[in-house]
Protein backbone atom coordinates (compact mmCIF):
# COMPACT_ATOMS: atom_id res chain seq x y z
CA UNK A 1 0.00 0.00 0.00
CA UNK A 2 1.19 3.52 -0.91
CA UNK A 3 2.27 5.50 1.81
CA UNK A 4 -0.33 8.58 2.81
CA UNK A 5 0.26 11.87 4.74
CA UNK A 6 -2.60 13.65 6.16
CA UNK A 7 -2.54 16.84 8.63
CA UNK A 8 -2.90 16.02 12.28
CA UNK A 9 -5.82 18.32 13.05
CA UNK A 10 -7.99 20.68 11.43
CA UNK A 11 -11.15 22.87 12.28
CA UNK A 12 -13.72 23.64 10.10
CA UNK A 13 -17.17 25.79 10.73
CA UNK A 14 -20.29 24.21 11.00
CA UNK A 15 -22.48 24.61 7.72
CA UNK A 16 -18.73 25.02 5.74
CA UNK A 17 -17.35 22.54 3.56
CA UNK A 18 -14.46 20.66 5.27
CA UNK A 19 -12.00 19.90 2.76
CA UNK A 20 -9.29 17.25 4.23
CA UNK A 21 -6.44 16.48 1.90
CA UNK A 22 -3.81 13.90 1.39
CA UNK A 23 -0.66 13.60 -0.14
CA UNK A 24 0.02 10.01 -1.98
CA UNK A 25 3.16 10.71 -3.97
CA UNK A 26 3.98 7.28 -4.54
CA UNK A 27 0.49 5.66 -5.54
CA UNK A 28 0.42 2.90 -8.12
CA UNK A 29 -1.61 3.01 -11.10
CA UNK A 30 -4.10 0.12 -9.83
CA UNK A 31 -4.13 1.42 -6.03
CA UNK A 32 -7.30 3.02 -5.15
CA UNK A 33 -7.71 6.09 -2.61
CA UNK A 34 -10.40 5.30 -0.20
CA UNK A 35 -11.51 7.25 2.88
CA UNK A 36 -12.34 5.89 6.07
CA UNK A 37 -13.24 8.22 9.67
CA UNK A 38 -13.90 7.07 13.35
CA UNK A 39 -15.92 8.85 15.14
CA UNK A 40 -15.28 9.07 19.02
CA UNK A 41 -15.78 5.39 20.72
CA UNK A 42 -17.38 4.56 17.03
CA UNK A 43 -16.09 1.49 14.68
CA UNK A 44 -14.88 2.97 11.29
CA UNK A 45 -16.78 4.36 8.72
CA UNK A 46 -16.26 3.59 4.83
CA UNK A 47 -16.83 7.28 3.31
CA UNK A 48 -15.49 6.56 -0.45
CA UNK A 49 -13.24 5.58 -2.59
CA UNK A 50 -11.80 6.42 -6.29
CA UNK A 51 -9.21 5.19 -8.71
CA UNK A 52 -8.76 8.45 -10.80
CA UNK A 53 -12.00 10.29 -11.67
CA UNK A 54 -13.57 12.74 -9.03
CA UNK A 55 -16.06 10.66 -7.12
CA UNK A 56 -19.58 12.04 -5.00
CA UNK A 57 -22.07 10.27 -2.93
CA UNK A 58 -24.35 10.90 -0.24
CA UNK A 59 -21.50 11.30 2.36
CA UNK A 60 -18.76 13.05 0.47
CA UNK A 61 -17.03 13.87 -2.78
CA UNK A 62 -13.54 12.96 -3.78
CA UNK A 63 -11.19 14.76 -6.12
CA UNK A 64 -8.05 13.31 -7.05
CA UNK A 65 -5.44 15.35 -9.05
CA UNK A 66 -4.86 14.87 -12.54
CA UNK A 67 -1.17 12.83 -11.84
CA UNK A 68 -3.22 10.87 -8.88
CA UNK A 69 -0.17 11.83 -6.19
CA UNK A 70 -2.64 13.34 -3.85
CA UNK A 71 -6.54 13.58 -3.03
CA UNK A 72 -9.12 16.09 -1.22
CA UNK A 73 -12.02 14.64 0.77
CA UNK A 74 -14.78 17.44 0.99
CA UNK A 75 -17.69 17.60 3.52
CA UNK A 76 -19.96 19.82 1.78
CA UNK A 77 -21.91 21.07 4.56
CA UNK A 78 -19.93 19.91 8.04
CA UNK A 79 -22.17 18.95 11.16
CA UNK A 80 -20.96 18.05 14.29
CA UNK A 81 -21.53 14.69 13.63
CA UNK A 82 -18.60 14.99 11.91
CA UNK A 83 -16.13 15.39 13.96
CA UNK A 84 -14.00 12.59 13.84
CA UNK A 85 -10.70 11.45 12.96
CA UNK A 86 -10.37 10.65 8.86
CA UNK A 87 -8.10 8.45 7.21
CA UNK A 88 -6.75 8.11 3.95
CA UNK A 89 -5.88 4.77 2.51
CA UNK A 90 -4.41 3.61 -0.72
CA UNK A 91 -4.52 0.24 -1.87
CA UNK A 92 -5.27 -2.35 -3.91
CA UNK A 93 -8.71 -3.36 -4.99
CA UNK A 94 -7.82 -6.83 -4.08
CA UNK A 95 -9.17 -10.24 -3.31
CA UNK A 96 -6.40 -11.07 -1.23
CA UNK A 97 -6.97 -10.98 3.29
CA UNK A 98 -4.94 -7.83 3.37
CA UNK A 99 -5.74 -6.13 6.74
CA UNK A 100 -7.31 -2.70 6.69
CA UNK A 101 -3.87 -0.48 7.61
CA UNK A 102 -4.93 2.86 8.74
CA UNK A 103 -2.81 5.74 9.36
CA UNK A 104 -2.58 8.47 12.00
CA UNK A 105 -5.43 10.57 10.22
CA UNK A 106 -6.82 13.83 10.50
CA UNK A 107 -8.98 15.15 13.28
CA UNK A 108 -11.72 17.63 12.25
CA UNK A 109 -12.82 19.29 14.74
CA UNK A 110 -16.45 20.89 13.58
CA UNK A 111 -17.63 24.15 15.63
CA UNK A 112 -20.46 25.18 15.70
CA UNK B 1 -30.25 -4.21 7.13
CA UNK B 2 -28.01 -4.44 10.41
CA UNK B 3 -25.05 -4.92 8.97
CA UNK B 4 -22.05 -5.80 11.27
CA UNK B 5 -23.47 -6.52 15.11
CA UNK B 6 -21.36 -7.38 17.62
CA UNK B 7 -22.35 -8.49 21.49
CA UNK B 8 -21.80 -7.72 23.99
CA UNK B 9 -20.87 -3.81 23.99
CA UNK B 10 -19.40 -3.92 27.24
CA UNK B 11 -17.65 -6.66 29.70
CA UNK B 12 -15.72 -6.53 32.88
CA UNK B 13 -13.33 -9.60 33.40
CA UNK B 14 -11.36 -10.80 35.79
CA UNK B 15 -8.13 -12.03 35.07
CA UNK B 16 -7.81 -15.86 34.65
CA UNK B 17 -11.53 -15.81 33.34
CA UNK B 18 -13.11 -16.58 29.97
CA UNK B 19 -15.29 -15.17 27.48
CA UNK B 20 -16.32 -15.25 23.89
CA UNK B 21 -17.03 -11.95 21.90
CA UNK B 22 -19.79 -12.65 18.85
CA UNK B 23 -19.88 -11.11 15.44
CA UNK B 24 -22.85 -11.32 13.53
CA UNK B 25 -23.35 -10.03 9.65
CA UNK B 26 -25.89 -10.33 7.41
CA UNK B 27 -24.15 -8.75 4.02
CA UNK B 28 -23.11 -12.37 3.02
CA UNK B 29 -19.08 -11.67 2.72
CA UNK B 30 -16.87 -13.93 2.80
CA UNK B 31 -14.05 -12.04 4.89
CA UNK B 32 -14.16 -11.72 8.47
CA UNK B 33 -11.90 -9.81 10.62
CA UNK B 34 -10.98 -9.07 14.57
CA UNK B 35 -9.30 -5.88 15.28
CA UNK B 36 -7.91 -4.64 18.55
CA UNK B 37 -7.93 -0.78 19.76
CA UNK B 38 -5.72 0.55 22.43
CA UNK B 39 -6.03 3.81 23.37
CA UNK B 40 -4.71 6.50 21.24
CA UNK B 41 -3.57 3.77 18.97
CA UNK B 42 -4.58 2.64 15.43
CA UNK B 43 -6.17 -1.04 14.57
CA UNK B 44 -4.55 -3.77 14.71
CA UNK B 45 -5.49 -7.55 13.22
CA UNK B 46 -5.87 -10.27 15.72
CA UNK B 47 -7.30 -13.25 13.24
CA UNK B 48 -9.07 -13.09 10.08
CA UNK B 49 -11.61 -15.43 8.43
CA UNK B 50 -11.61 -15.85 4.18
CA UNK B 51 -14.92 -18.02 4.69
CA UNK B 52 -16.82 -20.38 6.15
CA UNK B 53 -14.35 -23.10 8.23
CA UNK B 54 -11.50 -21.17 7.57
CA UNK B 55 -9.31 -18.75 10.18
CA UNK B 56 -5.92 -17.35 10.10
CA UNK B 57 -3.68 -15.32 12.37
CA UNK B 58 -3.17 -11.96 11.81
CA UNK B 59 -0.63 -8.92 13.66
CA UNK B 60 -1.29 -10.42 17.28
CA UNK B 61 -2.78 -13.35 17.61
CA UNK B 62 -1.50 -14.68 20.89
CA UNK B 63 -4.05 -15.15 23.60
CA UNK B 64 -6.87 -15.42 21.36
CA UNK B 65 -8.65 -18.60 19.31
CA UNK B 66 -11.34 -17.78 16.57
CA UNK B 67 -14.39 -19.62 14.96
CA UNK B 68 -16.48 -19.52 11.84
CA UNK B 69 -18.29 -22.75 11.27
CA UNK B 70 -21.31 -20.31 9.86
CA UNK B 71 -20.56 -17.78 7.02
CA UNK B 72 -22.34 -15.18 9.17
CA UNK B 73 -20.84 -15.75 12.54
CA UNK B 74 -17.22 -14.71 13.69
CA UNK B 75 -16.58 -15.82 17.34
CA UNK B 76 -13.54 -14.42 18.70
CA UNK B 77 -12.46 -16.41 22.55
CA UNK B 78 -10.25 -15.25 25.22
CA UNK B 79 -9.47 -18.10 27.15
CA UNK B 80 -7.75 -16.74 29.99
CA UNK B 81 -7.47 -13.34 29.88
CA UNK B 82 -4.82 -11.08 31.19
CA UNK B 83 -4.84 -6.99 31.92
CA UNK B 84 -3.16 -6.67 28.83
CA UNK B 85 -5.99 -8.19 26.42
CA UNK B 86 -8.16 -4.38 28.09
CA UNK B 87 -8.59 -2.85 24.61
CA UNK B 88 -12.03 -2.26 22.29
CA UNK B 89 -12.17 -5.23 20.23
CA UNK B 90 -13.63 -4.13 16.16
CA UNK B 91 -15.32 -6.85 13.75
CA UNK B 92 -15.13 -6.53 10.23
CA UNK B 93 -16.48 -7.58 7.16
CA UNK B 94 -15.41 -7.65 3.54
CA UNK B 95 -17.17 -6.38 0.47
CA UNK B 96 -14.89 -7.11 -2.12
CA UNK B 97 -16.39 -7.22 -5.86
CA UNK B 98 -14.77 -5.42 -9.03
CA UNK B 99 -12.80 -2.17 -7.91
CA UNK B 100 -14.97 -2.24 -4.78
CA UNK B 101 -12.89 -3.21 -1.35
CA UNK B 102 -14.86 -2.08 1.41
CA UNK B 103 -14.51 -3.30 4.76
CA UNK B 104 -17.57 -2.65 7.17
CA UNK B 105 -16.95 -2.26 11.15
CA UNK B 106 -19.41 -2.99 13.90
CA UNK B 107 -19.56 -0.92 17.06
CA UNK B 108 -17.28 -2.27 19.05
CA UNK B 109 -16.91 -4.28 22.46
CA UNK B 110 -15.04 -2.61 25.19
CA UNK B 111 -13.04 -4.91 27.22
CA UNK B 112 -11.60 -4.52 31.13
CA UNK B 113 -9.36 -7.22 32.43
CA UNK B 114 -8.32 -6.44 36.07
Known sequence: DAKTTQPTSMDCAEGRAANLPCN??????????????????????YII?????????????????????SSTLILPHATLRDTAVYYCIVRVASGSAR???????????VLP | ?????????????????????????????????WYRQDPGMGL?????????????????PDGYNVSRLKK??????????????????????RLTSGSIDIQYFGAGTRLSVL
Not at chain 2, 4 to 30: I, W, Y
Not at chain 2, 44 to 53: C, K, Q, T
Not at chain 2, 73 to 91: D, H, I, K, M, R
Open chain 1, 24 to 45: HSTISGNEYVYWYRQIHSQGPQ
Open chain 1, 49 to 69: HGLKNNETNEMASLIITEDRK
Open chain 1, 99 to 109: QLTFGSGTQLT
Open chain 2, 1 to 33: NAGVTQTPKFRVLKTGQSMTLLCAQDMNHEYMY
Open chain 2, 44 to 60: RLIHYSVGEGTTAKGEV
Open chain 2, 72 to 93: QNFLLGLESAAPSQTSVYFCAS
